[in-house]
């Protein structure tokens, strides 16, 4: 999603100040359920980071160069 495309959420404080704000979905203590939140725009918890992935596309694996399969140990093998 672009961010032109993201929707702009805006919240009005009591004390008149309008934030600009998110919704996140928060995992529960209930399996399958969540709960939307309001989180300030700038706080860290606003914006998902994506994990490094692998030249398959996969997520590598820790601080790893790969995902673990075998074929891509095996290219960065021959990369060397």
Do not use: Y
Not at 2 to 11: C, F, G, I, V
Not at 38 to 56: E, F, G, I, T, Y
Request: charged share 20%.
């Amino acid at each position: 999603m672009a961010a032109q495309d993201e929707p702009r959420e805006w919240l009005a404080s009591r004390d008149g100040r309008i934030v600009r704000v998110r919704t996140m979905d928060t995992l529960t203590d209930q399996p399958g359920e969540a709960v939307s939140e309001l989180v300030p725009w700038n706080s860290p918890r606003a914006h998902r980071v994506l994990p490094p992935l692998c030249a398959c596309g996969a997520p590598r694996l820790g601080g790893a160069q790969s995902c673990g399969s075998t074929a891509c140990v095996a290219r960065l093998w021959q990369a060397r």
